[in-house]
């Protein structure tokens, strides 16, 4: 089984005093990281400069605030291998990488923490994800809808399915995770529906 992968995540200063523990919860996987990648907004730095300065994590700072957008898509180019997304308010089972790791040793597809179906296409949904450069070719043509795309999850399933990738969903209980900020389950279908929507058609899908 395939054993090296980089975690990514982002973060924000509402949220930056869960990173100690989130960042030391991440190393205690069973499969441990070969690095932590946390991107930050540059106009955010100073502010959570006191958290981040004794972090075990290397810092992306970028310049534009791109919010969800920054957990991953930045750091792509200079990752080679696999990388496991997490949210930056969640304490993971020690177990979570290596059950992610596995489904991906059994498809060689991307792996999703959860999932729903929206128009047949099975859509990446939260929690975590598994991933890798291949699967976002030509995600920086569209970096200009992100101010008005406001479905991430959606974006990513659509474009990973262009480039010919298609999520598989792991058997890990994320219900088991400490979660720092409760929601409800997801429900956002008209955010959904217009990201399907205005994104399909810069695809050319319609």
């Given at each position: 089984m395939k054993t090296d992968y980089t975690i990514c995540l982002t973060s924000y200063p509402a949220r930056m005093n869960n990173l100690p523990q989130v960042i030391e919860?991440?190393?205690?996987?069973?499969?441990?990281?070969q690095n932590i990648i946390l991107t930050i907004a540059g106009n955010q730095y100073k502010e959570m400069m006191p958290v981040l300065k004794d972090l075990q994590a290397d810092i992306l700072v970028v310049l534009k605030d791109t919010k969800v957008w920054k957990k991953f898509l930045h750091a792509l180019q200079g990752i080679e291998g696999l990388i496991l997304a997490v949210d930056d308010d969640k304490l993971y089972t020690p177990t979570m990488a290596e059950e992610m790791l596995s489904v991906y040793d059994k498809y060689e597809q991307p792996v999703s923490g959860n999932h729903y179906w929206h128009n047949g296409l099975k859509c990446h949904c939260g929690c975590a994800s598994l991933v890798?450069?291949?699967?976002?070719?030509?995600?920086?043509?569209?970096?200009?809808m992100f101010d008005t795309m406001r479905s991430s999850d959606m974006f990513y399933t659509m474009l990973a399915a262009e480039n010919h990738f298609a999520y598989r969903q792991t058997e890990t209980d994320f219900s088991k995770c400490v979660d720092f900020n409760p929601v409800q389950p997801y429900s956002k279908r008209g955010q959904?529906?217009?990201?399907?929507?205005?994104?399909g058609k810069a695809l050319n899908w319609f």
């Open positions: 919860n991440l190393w205690r996987q069973t499969i441990k990281p890798w450069r291949d699967m976002f070719k030509g995600w920086q043509r569209y970096e200009q959904v529906q217009e990201t399907y929507l205005s994104f």
